[in-house]
């Protein structure tokens, strides 16, 4: 059964630090990891999508790695602002099973202070 | 439509009543799932459908809760009998195709369901 780790579960940091957030899945043979962000009462925002073939995604100031051997991803948060700060969700699809469904961690909470 | 629209945004309900909570996918979706989401946790997978059929129910946590998609577009979420640990928020979300692996996820904002 894959299930997903984050840490930390929460993360307080000034405005302009570099940040790092882990993702750890216990099932390799996914077929792609996503990692989203929740503002608070808020739906998911996708952030980025990495298939199993690829090793790292960019989007602006993201960048999501991905190592499927070891089951760990890792969301690298460039030059952080308080606009930062909401919950990053890391899913994944697949596993031995073949499921399509994703299957979330619980969240990193990020808080970047002004 | 240009993204996922889930209706109502709140419920609230006494116990014991019936509720339905609405998604509307992305025009050309044709896959669609549900998840709820307690506080402080991740989303937690209810059921998917690839066209009008579901392709996989398991999450659904008992015969309380179901689901439909009658024309493989719009999905209605059925909850009988609710109790108050069904408060939660719940949330859609659609996909080009469960076929292909290669797909994220949309997700809409969701209903928070109160039971009180």
């Known amino acids: 059964k894959q299930e997903v780790t984050q840490i930390p579960a929460a993360l307080s940091v000034p405005e302009g630090e570099n940040l790092v957030l882990n993702c750890s899945f216990t099932?390799?043979?996914?077929?792609?990891l996503q990692w989203f962000r929740q503002d608070p009462g808020k739906g998911l925002t996708s952030l980025l999508l990495i298939q199993s073939s690829q090793r790292e995604q960019t989007s602006g100031r993201l960048n999501a790695s991905l190592d499927k051997s070891s089951g760990r991803s890792t969301l690298y948060i460039a030059a952080s602002q308080p606009g930062d700060s909401a919950t990053y969700l890391c899913a994944v699809k697949g596993g031995t099973s073949g499921t399509y469904k994703y299957i979330f961690g619980t969240g990193t909470r990020l808080k970047v202070l002004a | 439509g240009a993204g996922v629209s889930q209706t109502p945004s709140n419920k609230v309900t006494e116990k014991g009543k019936y509720v339905e909570l609405r998604c509307d996918p992305i025009s050309g979706h044709t896959a669609l799932y549900w998840y709820r989401q307690s506080l402080g946790q991740g989303p937690e997978f209810l059921i998917y459908f690839q066209g009008t059929g579901a392709a996989d129910d398991s999450g659904l946590p008992n015969d309380r809760f179901f689901a439909v998609r009658p024309e493989g577009s719009v999905s209605t979420l059925k909850i009988q009998r609710t109790e108050r640990g069904d408060s939660a928020v719940y949330l859609c979300?659609?996909?080009?195709?469960?076929?292909?692996?290669?797909?994220?996820?949309?997700f809409g904002s969701g209903t928070r369901l109160t039971v009180v």
């Open positions: 979300a659609s996909s080009l195709g469960l076929g292909d692996s290669n797909h994220g996820y949309t």
């Open positions: 099932d390799s043979a996914i077929y792609n």
